[in-house]
């Protein structure tokens, strides 16, 4: 099941700090930033299962 779409929109507009586009309009890194409230509403989460990478 899916967060609804506010709530994840609000963690990413929380989480994310910095967004760097190069000239071609390619993104070129996105830096995260987690503050404590963050991180404790993280590690109060159980982790969801290893998905394998295609």
Not at 6 to 31: A, H, P, W, Y
Not at 35 to 50: G, I, Q, S, T, Y
């Amino acid at each position: 099941m899916s967060a609804p779409i506010e709530t994840q929109k609000n963690l990413l507009q929380i989480i994310v700090k910095q967004i760097r586009v190069k000239k071609d309009q390619k993104i070129e890194g996105i830096e995260l930033e987690f503050d404590d409230k963050v991180n404790a509403c993280f590690l109060d989460m159980p982790l969801p299962p290893k998905r394998s990478v295609i």
